[in-house]
C-alpha cells in the first residue's frame, strides 16, 4: 500500500508542468541541554534563558518555483551576540548560523552563503540524497492534505563546555576523544498538492513541498503558504563570497571554533566586544 502512494504521488508530480511561484513562512523551535548553567545562580539562569528563548525561536522565509528555492531568515534584532561578524557566544550553544540557502532543484546542487567572523563565504556543493521512507500516514495542515515520511542517519552529538579549567597541554588536547554520535530520525510532513521537491534549510527531496521537519532537537513548521503573491519574486544564486565546498567550509569553522575555545578557557570570552576576522 506504502508503495502504491508513493507511485501515485511522484507521477501526480512529474506530469504537473505549469510554472508557478510561491512563498513559504515557517517557524522554528530548537531545544538545547541546559545543563551547563547548573552551577550559575537562580537570576544568573533566568537571565540566560531569556536570551537563548530569542536564538531557539526563529522564522524564516522560503521563496520558490518550479525549479529553484531561496530560503533565508527574517531579520530581527540580535539579543545575544556580540557584533555582526564577531565573536557570538550563542552560538557555542544553538549552533552556527545556517545562512542563506539557494536550491538549484533540477540540477540537484545548492549554494549556501555563509559569513564567519566578518567574511563572506559561499559554500557550492551537490544537494545530499536522503533516502525517504514513506509511512502512510496523512494530516491536515491548514488546508492541505499532507503524507509523512522519515529518515534515520547517524549524527554527531554536540557537548556544551565553558571551563577555563583547562591547560593548554591537556589531557585531552593529548589524547582527543573521538566524537560520540547517536541516531536521529527526521520526520517530514509535505504536499504534493504544492508539486516542487524542496522544503526549509536543506530539507527536500520529497514529491512536494515540506510543510513540517523535525530533526533531532529543531522543529520546523510553516505557519502560512502565498501561491503566485502578487509581488515579483526573483530567485537568485548569490554571487558574492569565497567559493568553497563544503568539507572546506567545515575544516575552516573548527579551526575558528578551537581558536574561539581556547581563547575563553584564557579569558577572553567574557566581556568582549573584539571582532576575529578572517585573512
Given at each position: 500500500m506504502k508503495k502504491l502512494i508513493l507511485l501515485l504521488l511522484f507521477l501526480s508530480f512529474e506530469g504537473y508542468s505549469q510554472e508557478f511561484l510561491g512563498k513559504a513562512y515557517y517557524m522554528s523551535k530548537s531545544t538545547v541541554n541546559m545543563d551547563w548553567m547548573k552551577n550559575m545562580s537562580p537570576e544568573r539562569q533566568k537571565y540566560m534563558k531569556a536570551r537563548m528563548k530569542t536564538a531557539l525561536e526563529k522564522n524564516y522565509i522560503l521563496d520558490f518555483d518550479s525549479k529553484s528555492s531561496y530560503f533565508k531568515e527574517e531579520v530581527t534584532l540580535d539579543a545575544g551576540g556580540s557584533g555582526r561578524g564577531g565573536f557570538n557566544w550563542m552560538q557555542f550553544v544553538t549552533g552556527p548560523d545556517q545562512?542563506?540557502?539557494?536550491?538549484?532543484?533540477?540540477?540537484?546542487?545548492?549554494?549556501?552563503?555563509?559569513?564567519?567572523?566578518?567574511?563572506?563565504f559561499l559554500i557550492k556543493d551537490?544537494?545530499?540524497a536522503t533516502k525517504w521512507?514513506?509511512?502512510?500516514?496523512?494530516?491536515?495542515?491548514?488546508?492541505?492534505?499532507?503524507?509523512?515520511?522519515?529518515?534515520?542517519?547517524?549524527?554527531?552529538?554536540?557537548?556544551?563546555?565553558?571551563?577555563?579549567?583547562?591547560?593548554q597541554n591537556s589531557n585531552e588536547d593529548n589524547n582527543p576523544v573521538l566524537p560520540k554520535t547517536k541516531l536521529v530520525t527526521m520526520v517530514a510532513w509535505f504536499t504534493p498538492?504544492?508539486?516542487?521537491?524542496?522544503?526549509?534549510?536543506?530539507y527536500g527531496g520529497l514529491p512536494g513541498l515540506i510543510l513540517e521537519i523535525g530533526d533531532d532537537n529543531r522543529v520546523m513548521i510553516c505557519t502560512k503558504v502565498v501561491l503566485n503573491p502578487d509581488e515579483k519574486i526573483k530567485l537568485k544564486e548569490p554571487k558574492k563570497g569565497q567559493?568553497?565546498?563544503?568539507?572546506?567550509?567545515?575544516?575552516?569553522?573548527?579551526?575558528?571554533?578551537?581558536?574561539?575555545?581556547?581563547?575563553?578557557q584564557r579569558g577572553g570570552g567574557r566581556g568582549s566586544n573584539r571582532s576575529s576576522r578572517l585573512n
Open positions: 545562512g542563506d540557502i539557494f536550491k538549484n532543484i533540477q540540477e540537484k546542487t545548492y549554494t549556501n552563503k555563509r559569513e564567519l567572523f566578518g567574511k563572506v551537490s544537494i545530499p521512507v514513506m509511512t502512510g500516514e496523512t494530516k491536515k495542515i491548514g488546508k492541505y492534505n499532507a503524507y509523512k515520511a522519515t529518515y534515520t542517519k547517524e549524527v554527531e552529538e554536540r557537548v556544551m563546555s565553558f571551563s577555563r579549567n583547562r591547560g498538492e504544492i508539486p516542487v521537491s524542496t522544503g526549509p534549510a536543506m567559493v568553497v565546498s563544503n568539507s572546506e567550509f567545515e575544516t575552516i569553522q573548527q579551526e575558528k571554533a578551537k581558536e574561539m575555545r581556547e581563547r575563553f
